[in-house]
């Protein structure tokens, strides 16, 4: 892992290097992300709603949902993924319900249902640069108004990159697990105010 800190351009193009250069398959990248989220979010509770975009953070949160335990966790999806827009995230989506997991789509999560329960946050990851509206802003305030701890995925959900800008909204998290090295925008502007107390995992990638 590295000890620096990284734009939202070289974070991309750490992945890229991954897939291209050295040849690993970006499922693979993803699962090992999981499996780091998985493990955090066990020592927060042992109840999980998985709130999960359209893309690939959202990718990372249903691989994690696995590696949880189905009668552990609700899935909430915003938007179902789209295998030409984001391969990983609609092969997870594809692999729960072929398991016979069930998930909400575009349903949004009463926080009142699931008191004390581990929020993870997999809606939207570094890749956000506009403001929010319509229903993502309305998941990212339900998330806020949870009662148990939240957990976010690489970067706050509505956090931007490089800026620590808030676009909207953002998630006010706990832990924030991020991968391979910390953000710009989660040590500047608002960052360290949503970031809460910041977990840096590997992705499997060799020095």
């Known amino acids: 892992m590295m000890t620096r800190i990284l734009s939202v351009a070289e974070a991309r193009a750490l992945d890229r290097d991954a897939e291209v250069r050295l040849g690993m398959p970006t499922l693979l ?3 090992n992300a999981a499996r ?3 493990e955090v979010a066990r020592t927060l509770g042992d109840r999980f709603v998985i709130l999960a975009g359209a893309g690939n953070n959202g990718g990372d949160g249903l691989a994690a949902a696995r590696h949880l335990g189905r ?5 909430f999806l915003l938007a179902e993924p789209v295998p030409g827009k984001a391969r990983d995230a609609a092969m997870q989506a ?3 319900r072929a398991a016979g997991w069930t998930m909400a789509v575009g349903e949004r999560p009463d926080p009142a249902a699931f008191r004390d329960a581990v929020w993870i946050d997999a809606l939207f990851g570094t890749g956000l640069d506009r403001p929010l509206h319509g229903p993502a802003l309305a998941w990212i305030t339900a998330c806020n108004a949870a009662k148990g701890p939240r957990l976010c995925v690489d970067i706050p959900s509505g956090l931007h990159g490089d800026t620590g800008e808030v676009l909207g909204a953002a998630v006010r998290g706990d ?6 090295a910390p953000k710009r925008g989660m040590t500047v502007g608002a960052g360290p105010q949503h970031c809460g107390r910041v977990e840096v995992v590997g992705l499997g990638l060799p020095d």
């Open 71 to 75: 009668s552990r966790c609700a899935i």
């Open 94 to 96: 594809a692999i729960l």
């Open 175 to 180: 832990v924030t697990v991020t991968f391979v």
């Open 36 to 38: 780091s989220v998985a």
């Open 29 to 31: 990248l993803m699962e």
